[in-house]
């Protein structure tokens, strides 16, 4: 019983996942962002990344590829960002994986 319901919550979750991907976009904006930056300067080429009240914001110099995946590892979104300022708006709290080329960043909104 416990493996059925382990397999229709999974079930229910990929086929949600990609309604709700088609829903979730990136939006630029000109707001300057205060947060975190990845440890090692050498290779995050100054790119900030901030979450924040259902909001991750990434903050770059250059054109970037960027996924954001859940915790499960269920992909939220892939886009390719312009240098600036961009928002993505997620509807739930939680735990998100940021990945930009081959750097992975945890963050928590």
């Known amino acids: 019983m416990r493996r059925l319901l ?40 100054g790119i900030k990344i901030y979450g924040r009240n259902g909001t991750i914001t990434i903050v770059t110099p250059k054109r970037i590829t960027v996924r954001v995946y859940t915790i499960l590892g269920q992909m939220v979104s892939q886009a390719t960002l312009q240098p600036g300022t961009s928002e993505l708006k997620l509807g739930t709290h939680g735990i998100y994986l940021v990945r930009i080329g081959n750097l992975t960043q945890k963050v928590a909104i």
């Open 6 to 45: 382990v397999i229709l919550a999974l079930v229910f979750t990929l086929g949600l996942g990609n309604t709700a991907l088609a829903e979730i976009q990136w939006h630029e904006t000109n707001r300057e962002v205060q947060g975190k930056t990845w440890n090692d300067p050498s290779t995050s080429d």
